[in-house]
């Protein structure tokens, strides 16, 4: 707060001025209580309230927001304006791509304590480095921030990389107090004929209810090139997927769902063997936060948000300013 006693509205009298004056310094400049102020001008508490309340509208009093060091609201208001997501956090942290996904994680795990506020469902991609560095990173919930954290694609795998999708799973549920919900299949097989076997089930029918009634999705935003983390599990695409996906112009996945610069499903056979949310109703979860940074994945980020497959972005600071300076490229079916 500052108090300005020059400049001030003249609708009151110089007297009144003077006194609504007085009392802003008292208040919000030597920090005396409003009880001790009336008790000081021989003036009812009420007035005092009163009298602070118009020094804000005659302009006595002027409320100026100081933004800290590493904090971006200009940057991510451009985000927010120039690609219409509901928000943008943009994490100060430059380096290497580890740097970068232990910031982002801190960022996303504060992102999610200040959130969630109860009865969340929410549904969690498994293979993503960041959401496990987000994960790693959360505190325990005093309050239960969601009723139910469901995975969106299958997290079944490599055994050694599979622990760490269970435990991106578990964790998280037991942190804001949910109950959670495992895919137990592959999040891509051989066949669509195995694919159509596997939904089939009993269990996974009932999976894809919940996918159905999901409030929040928690996504990360992979490039082609699968991630270390990804190629492990041995759910990562095949060298000729990968072949056609590059020819049809795809820049990344949400899901393992892909699409182009435009942010436009890339229609393929790959899309009838994944085991996992369904592209339609993904989009339609109305909260769906992406976290990712990093060079490699500019390009899949860009596209991820101007094609509505995430409409929250954290991301570092290097990556909000690339995607400040690229064009915006045409999406008509968003």
């Not at 108090?3 to 208040?27: N, P, Q």
């Not at 409030?215 to 992979?222: E, P, Q």
């Not at 435009?262 to 009838?272: F, K, Q, R, V, Y």
């Amino acid at each position: 707060m500052a108090v300005h006693a020059s400049g001030a509205g003249r609708s009151a009298s110089d007297g009144r001025v003077r006194l609504i004056t007085k009392i802003a310094h008292m208040y919000h400049e030597q920090g005396i209580r409003q009880a001790d102020i009336a008790e000081a001008l021989h003036i009812s508490q009420t007035k005092v309230s009163r009298l602070l309340k118009r020094a804000g509208e005659i302009g006595i009093v002027r409320t100026v927001v100081v933004v800290s060091q590493g904090v971006h609201l200009a940057l991510e208001q451009a985000l927010e304006d120039r690609y219409g997501v509901r928000e943008a956090v943009v994490v100060d942290v430059e380096g290497d791509e580890s740097e970068i996904i232990a910031g982002i994680g801190s960022a996303g795990a504060a992102y999610l304590e200040s959130t969630l506020a109860g009865e969340e469902r929410i549904g969690i991609s498994p293979w993503s480095q960041t959401l496990l560095s987000v994960v790693d990173r959360l505190h325990p919930l005093r309050v239960a921030g969601a009723d139910r954290v469901v995975q969106l694609v299958g997290g079944v795998g490599e055994s050694a990389v599979q622990a760490k999708a269970n435990r991106l799973l578990s964790h998280l549920a037991e942190l804001v107090g949910a109950e959670p919900l495992y895919v137990q299949a592959p999040g891509l097989v051989g066949s669509a004929e195995i694919r159509e076997s596997l939904v089939a089930d009993a269990a996974m029918q009932s999976v894809a209810q919940e996918w159905q009634g999901l409030t929040m999705a928690l996504v990360g935003i992979g490039s082609v090139q699968p991630s270390p983390l990804l190629r492990d599990s041995g759910n990562a695409i095949a060298a000729a997927d990968q072949d056609h996906l590059i020819a049809a112009h795809a820049v990344g996945d949400v899901c393992q769902r892909y699409f182009d610069a435009a942010g436009e499903l890339i229609h393929s056979d790959l899309n009838s063997r994944v085991v996992g949310i369904d592209p339609e109703v993904l989009r339609t979860i109305p909260h769906r936060i992406g976290m990712a940074g990093g060079e490699r994945k500019h390009a899949a980020i860009r596209a991820a948000i101007s094609g509505g497959w995430v409409n929250v972005i954290i991301t570092d600071v290097t990556t909000a300013r690339a995607l400040l300076d690229e064009p915006l490229v045409a999406n008509d079916g968003r």
